[in-house]
């Protein structure tokens, strides 16, 4: 049975301190309001898993909630650097991280293999690269058929996947459309999932298009509006360009940062009142 | 702005759009190579095919995207598909014919480093990552890559191999059962480097307009060898200029 909880009651319950977590999107549908959660109930120890890292996990990376990420793109989008995970892997600030780290092919097959309980995600990657030499979860093997060189990497198999959608329906069955990214793999690879939707509708189905995951994969559903801001949700509102290149002042600086953080977030109950918040102060 | 009229990063993203062909199907990073793609296919390349990583196949974006995956490629694509099957059956199944890649770093085969500058365990710099450029790099039929010319950016050896250009000794691509063929060409804010058939590393094959050999060779890490009969590139048309500009605007 997929249950309806409030978001900060689905954190509550499967966040725990030391698992791992993958929160996907592609830029598109990438479940900010749930790391935000993550951060105002301060769970630590997290082991982070993301193709494409942005403001979301350089938040929760800046607040200490880390101390491992799998990444294959660690940047803000058109704009530079996330700067709380460069402060984070160049400076050990606030802490260590341990980083792990891929290309986008080897993520998203490696995502694949999860989702398909396999132990390993076979490709043709990494070829002349310096990856294999500091990162040993990459493998080389000979194909039994063709005695072709392969790589290899370990299927992600993370304890939670935390994605974000269009729609639930009142049965827990999930519809999302537009660029879904690795959200299907990554939900259907890990133990147990959350899903934050805009909104919760009678029934949705094959009919409607886009694409649907039935109800049994999925844990809980969390109705968050607008809870991919700043990235967008294909036909509710659209990515926020402007608060992509704005994060790059907020974060450049430790105390500016921590300040931003605990005014906006820590100082607000749920992610409706961060909303509320950043309209009134003319960021949205 | 110099006294030509134009700025030399404006002169490269031209020259790289003139590369791309109306029936073109192109992988296209972020950042630089999006600007010129974007441009190529609102002046001379109307039916050009652009992929991002995304997921979009075939999309025509009024406005160039801030983000690999922004509202407007979504919106304008022919096809979405995930991200498994954009790297598996597109990408590693060899279904594009141009990787259009930016860089930090360049050595003289053509590999890149988009990874970190310094150690890696202890970096100076910590860079964005591969992100799908490694793949892109191996299996597109070829690619086009641009980055500002200085001699941090050109280096003799890299800090880190994210991506195969043409490989360690600059052949070793067939041995890395790669498909693709590799850089077709590197541009840059001071002109074009194209692989050397002999010595199989980077020649400076073209200089922008005003552009002195003196300049490109110390902007260069390593001892920068010129083609035989340099050329010059032609100077941005106004209808080039105007309609770059408009585009930057757009993505602001």
């Not at chain 1, 409030?6 to 977590?21: D, F, H, M, T, W």
């Not at chain 1, 980083?99 to 995600?121: D, L, T």
């Not at chain 2, 597109?90 to 970190?116: E, K, M, P, S």
Request: with cysteine.
């Amino acid at each position: 049975m997929t249950e309806f909880l409030s978001l900060r009651e689905a954190v509550q319950k499967y966040v725990k301190p030391g698992i791992s977590v993958a929160m996907e999107g592609f830029t598109h549908l990438i479940p900010h309001a749930a790391g935000l959660e993550i951060i105002r109930q301060k769970i630590h120890n997290l082991s982070l898993i993301r193709m494409t890292p942005d403001i979301v996990y350089d938040q929760m990376i800046g607040m200490g909630c880390a101390d491992k990420l799998m990444f294959s793109w660690g940047g803000n989008p058109g704009v530079g650097s996330l700067h709380r995970l460069r402060d984070a892997v160049e400076n050990n600030y606030p802490h260590h991280i341990e980083i792990n780290e891929h290309s986008h092919a080897a993520m998203a097959n490696a995502y694949v293999a999860g989702a398909s309980n396999m132990p390993c995600a076979i490709f043709k990657g990494y070829r002349g690269t310096d990856y294999p030499g500091v990162n040993s979860d990459i493998r080389f093997i000979s194909c039994p058929y063709t005695g072709e060189t392969l790589t290899v990497v370990p299927a992600i198999k993370p304890d939670l996947a935390i994605i974000h959608a269009q729609r639930a329906d009142k049965h827990g069955n999930i519809w999302m459309k537009g660029i879904i990214g690795i959200q299907k793999e990554a939900l259907l690879a890990a133990r147990q999932s959350i899903v934050t939707v805009e909104e919760i509708v009678d029934q949705v189905n094959e009919k409607q298009g886009g694409t649907v995951i039935p109800r049994w994969a999925v844990n809980v559903v969390c109705c968050v509006p607008k809870g991919a801001f700043p990235s967008y949700t294909e036909g509710y509102y659209n990515r926020s360009n402007d608060f992509y290149v704005r994060w790059d002042e907020i974060s450049r600086n430790r105390q500016r940062f921590l300040d931003w953080m605990d005014r906006f977030v820590l100082s607000t109950i749920d992610f409706s009142e961060f909303m509320l918040k950043l309209e009134k102060q003319g960021y949205v | 702005m110099s006294k030509t009229g134009y700025t030399s990063n404006e002169m490269m993203v031209i020259t790289a759009s003139r590369f791309l062909k109306n029936d073109a199907v192109v992988f296209i990073g972020i950042g630089l190579p999006s600007l010129a793609a974007n441009l190529a296919r609102k002046l001379h390349a109307p039916n050009i095919s652009m992929i991002y990583e995304s997921g979009t196949l075939d999309t025509k974006p009024d406005r160039p995207p801030l983000s690999i995956g922004d509202d407007e490629l979504s919106r304008k694509a022919l096809s979405i598909v995930s991200v498994p099957e954009m790297f598996r059956y597109w990408l590693q199944g060899g279904r594009i014919d141009i990787g259009f890649l930016g860089a930090a770093q360049i050595d003289r085969f053509a590999n890149i480093n988009t990874t970190v500058i310094g150690d890696y365990n202890y970096p100076k710099i910590r860079l964005p990552g591969a992100g799908g450029a490694t793949e892109i790099a191996g299996f597109c039929t070829h690619t086009l890559v641009m980055l500002q010319q200085t001699s941090s950016n050109f280096v003799n050896t890299l800090d880190f191999i994210s991506s195969v250009g043409f490989g360690k000794e600059g052949n070793s691509r067939p041995k890395l059962g790669f498909t693709g063929k590799g850089p077709q060409a590197v541009i840059t804010d001071l002109g074009i480097m194209e692989q050397s058939p002999e010595t199989k590393e980077l020649i400076m094959t073209h200089l922008h307009p005003g552009v002195s050999v003196e300049q490109a060779s110390e902007s260069t890490g390593w001892p920068l060898k010129f083609a035989e009969s340099i050329k010059t590139t032609t100077v941005p048309l106004e209808k080039e200029l105007s309609l770059l500009r408009k585009l930057e605007k757009m993505m602001k």
